[in-house]
T-cell receptor, first 113, second 115 residues
């Protein structure tokens, strides 16, 4: 069965420090992996995706994510966090054989000044 | 960035009433989705729609729910006989077909409150 796990409900970092938001997945076919960000009372905004190719994917707002097939992970990273990065982050996976996207439970990122 | 437009942004309805949520997809997109997010919980898949028919649906999407694309542009979610537990943010999402790696783009959501 397809699934996504975000093991941390909340991540706290200080502004200027690097941040990592974790995601692991389980699919039966080739994984298509996505990160979305949700600001309060807003929709989900696309950040980046991995389909194929380089394991390190760069996206919007300076975010990047690393696809690790052996660990079935797709962690979101940013070298230097901003207070404005504070939001809810969702990892999603789509099994290449199916139409549906599966979302993780979300991780709340708090960046303190 | 391309936009998916949803209306209404917020609707309050009496329990037992019918609600229609509307979505205007991105113009060249052919796959449509509805997702639901109950306050503080994860984003849940409801249904996907392609070529004027449902392609997948979740166990949440029972006979109370229906979708259609009545005029070839708007994509609607109808919830009949609403219940308190239907209170949630409903997101429409769309993607271009047929390339399976295409991103899905979400609307801003319709917040439904059932009282």
């Amino acid at each position: 069965a397809q699934s996504v796990a975000q093991p941390e409900d909340q991540v706290n970092v200080a502004e200027g420090n690097p941040l990592t938001v974790k995601c692991t997945y389980s699919v039966s076919g080739n994984p298509y992996l996505f990160w979305y960000v949700q600001y309060p009372n807003r929709g989900l905004q696309f950040l980046l995706k991995y389909i194929t190719g380089d394991n390190l994917v760069k996206g919007s707002y300076g975010f990047e994510a690393e696809f690790n097939k052996s660990q079935t992970s797709f962690h979101l990273k940013k070298p230097s966090a901003l207070v404005s990065d504070s939001a809810l982050y969702f990892c999603a996976v789509r099994d290449g054989n199916f139409n549906k996207f599966y979302f993780g439970s979300g991780t709340k990122l708090n960046v303190k000044p | 960035e391309p936009e998916v437009t949803q209306t209404p942004s917020h609707q309050v309805t009496q329990m037992g009433q019918e609600v229609i949520l509307r979505c205007v997809p991105i113009s060249n997109h052919l796959y449509f989705y509805w997702y639901r997010q109950i306050l503080g919980q994860k984003v849940e898949f409801l249904v996907s729609f392609y070529n004027n028919e449902i392609s997948e649906k979740s166990e949440i999407f029972d006979d109370q729910f229906s979708v259609e694309r009545p005029d070839g542009s708007n994509f609607t979610l109808k919830i009949r006989s609403t219940k308190l537990e239907d209170s949630a943010m409903y997101f429409c999402a769309t993607r271009e077909a047929p390339y399976s790696g295409n991103t899905i783009y979400f609307g801003e959501g319709s917040w439904l409150t059932v009282v």
